[in-house]
């Protein structure tokens, strides 16, 4: 049995991530280091009393050190802190884009992993106010996090598991998949596909109002309410769609849908959305990551 982690470093603490991440270390046993390069951050991460360390004077303590900088920085912060990490450290960063297009430093004896969010499930039955009002996840909703180690051991996945439960914590599964798997997660499946889908609902409602002119309410209140019934149909098979629906949905997918829509699948398109998103050229994937 391997030991837990005894000392963690959180990096990018006082951002977005890492200060729902760090909320939720500091209410655990973990020992971590809270690191910060930006002032705003700091002052973000002492209003909270968790006082920011030098990265460069802890790490070489961290058997885990988890990135919560932007995608867009991880090349050259891994650059500069892997060399310095203890030998069998761990890296675990926040989403798959970095890991898949190969742009963090690499050494043969750190251990990468990722763990990204789910969310809570829109089916998710949610009881009370805390629940309800916990749209992201990591405080009262209860989500499923995706992770990968692509090269972990599963004893290795056991010890890290426990951390990424308590970071976005209450987490009822944690689902390992590989890194590539994880990228057609986020972003093919959930951002390519869903939000995009979030914003072109928000753009046909504001067109619904705008060309009939009626009280945005109306057009509001029927969209939320077949929101709802439409993933519990599509997805619950709660009951069926109407044969009139059933027309309305084969036109809209005539005059909105491309017929090769699902190319954004093929691995190469995968690859160029991941190099739009993180600012490069194109991707230069290991042969071995299909
Ligand atoms: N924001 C989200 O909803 C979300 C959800 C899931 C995963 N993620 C992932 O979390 C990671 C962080 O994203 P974010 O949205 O929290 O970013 P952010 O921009 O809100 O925060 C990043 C923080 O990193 C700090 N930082 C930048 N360079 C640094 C350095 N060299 N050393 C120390 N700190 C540094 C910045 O000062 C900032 O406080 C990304 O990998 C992102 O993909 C974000």
């Known amino acids: 049995m391997m030991n837990d982690y005894q000392n963690i470093a959180l990096v990018g603490a006082g951002g977005k991530m890492g200060m729902r991440i760090g909320a939720n270390l500091a209410a655990s046993d973990y020992r971590v280091h809270y690191c910060e390069t930006a002032s705003a951050a700091r002052e973000r991460l002492a209003a909270e009393g968790r006082e920011a360390s030098d990265i460069h004077a802890v790490i070489g303590d961290c058997d885990l050190v988890i990135l919560a900088v932007p995608d867009i920085a991880l090349a050259s912060v891994t650059e500069d802190l892997v060399p310095k990490m203890r030998s069998g450290a761990t890296l675990l960063t926040l989403d798959p884009a970095a890991a898949y297009a190969n742009l963090l430093h690499q050494r043969e004896d750190i251990r990468y992993a990722v ?5 809570p499930s829109v089916f998710l039955d949610r009881r009370t106010d805390e629940e309800s009002a916990d749209a992201f996840g990591g405080v009262a909703a209860t989500q499923s ?5 692509d090269d972990g051991s599963d004893a290795e996945k056991r010890v890290l598991e426990p951390v990424i439960r308590v970071m976005y914590g209450p987490v009822d599964t944690v689902h390992w998949v590989t890194v590539t798997q994880l990228a057609y997660l986020e972003p093919t499946l959930v951002e390519t596909v869903t939000c995009m889908l979030g914003t072109f609902m928000k753009e046909a409602l504001e067109e619904t109002v705008e060309r009939t002119g009626m009280p945005r309410e109306a057009a509001e209140a029927m969209l939320y309410g077949h929101i709802q019934i439409a993933l519990a149909v599509a997805f619950k098979s709660t009951n069926p769609f109407s044969d009139a629906c059933m ?5 809209g997918r005539e005059a909105i849908i491309k017929d090769d829509w699902k190319k954004i699948f093929d691995q190469d398109e995968l690859d160029k959305v991941i190099a739009r998103m993180l600012k490069i050229e194109q991707v230069q994937r290991p042969a071995s990551s299909t």
């Open 115 to 119: 763990a990204h969010p789910c969310h």
């Open 145 to 149: 996090v995706a992770a990968a180690f």
């Open 247 to 251: 027309v309305a949905i084969d036109y």
